[in-house]
């Protein structure tokens, strides 16, 4: 395979990437079935006194804000590599092969 050529999870993200323009709405819904419920069992625990109903909530929204820094962390590797291959062969930023050291 050629060192310039995009790999299969590179050529996956960049795809998902330009498969619509994000919208603040679009990231709201995208969330919202997981924040929503974390929130609502929070605003009742805190109605209800109730302990358990509290650490759903929170463990929910823990739950949540790892797999966003994971998924981010996986996706931003393979976006890099490909916007750094693509900078390597178009050259439109004029910085040669100073990417690559």
């Known amino acids: 395979m050629n060192e310039e050529e995009l790999t299969e ?4 993200v960049v795809a998902q990437l330009l498969s619509r323009k994000p919208s603040a709405r679009d990231m709201f819904s995208d969330y ?9 069992f929070a ?11 509290a650490l759903v909530a929170y463990g929910s929204l ?11 962390q996986r996706v931003s590797g393979s976006l890099y590599t490909a916007l750094r291959k693509y900078e390597n062969v178009s050259n439109k930023l004029g910085t040669g092969n100073e990417l690559n050291k």
């Open 9 to 12: 999870d590179e050529k996956v």
């Open 32 to 40: 919202a079935m997981f924040v929503v419920p974390s929130l609502a």
């Open 43 to 53: 605003i009742y625990s805190i109605w209800a006194h109730d302990f358990v109903a």
């Open 62 to 72: 823990l739950f949540v804000a790892v797999w966003y820094l994971w998924h981010s």
